[in-house]
Nanobody
């Protein structure tokens, strides 16, 4: 059974940076595209970024392009989201996801992490 555990959320002022990490267990990591999603209060969960199983292709929502980067370490079964120049609109619960078929707009999801809170103050 796949388990995903996120870490690295917190409170930061606008313009600051945070780095989220997610570790996968229970299945070979390199078999999955990996993604990050977020959900703000009262809003639907939205796609933020994804990376292909081999790390070659990365995808970002327009709202975070140029500010966020995604990377993975297949040997350590981790995926990270570096978030720079954070804005209050980036506030929400961030979820790690394992899946397939990542594109610039979506990916199929096999498993979700439990989420980590990111709060950006103005």
């Amino acid at each position: 059974q796949v388990q995903l555990v996120e870490s690295g959320g917190g409170l930061v002022q606008a313009g600051g940076s945070l780095r989220l990490s997610c570790t996968l267990s229970g299945h070979p990591f390199s078999g999955f595209d990996m993604g990050w999603f977020r959900q703000a209060p009262g809003k639907e969960r939205e796609y933020v970024a994804a990376i292909s199983w081999d790390g070659v292709n990365t995808y970002f929502a327009n709202s975070v392009k140029g500010r966020f980067t995604i990377s993975r370490n297949n040997a350590e079964a981790t995926v990270s989201l570096q978030m720079n120049n954070l804005k209050p609109d980036d506030t929400g619960v961030y979820y790690c996801a394992a899946g397939w078929g990542a594109t610039a707009q979506k990916m199929g999801i096999s498993s979700w992490g439990q989420g980590t809170q990111v709060t950006v103050s103005s």
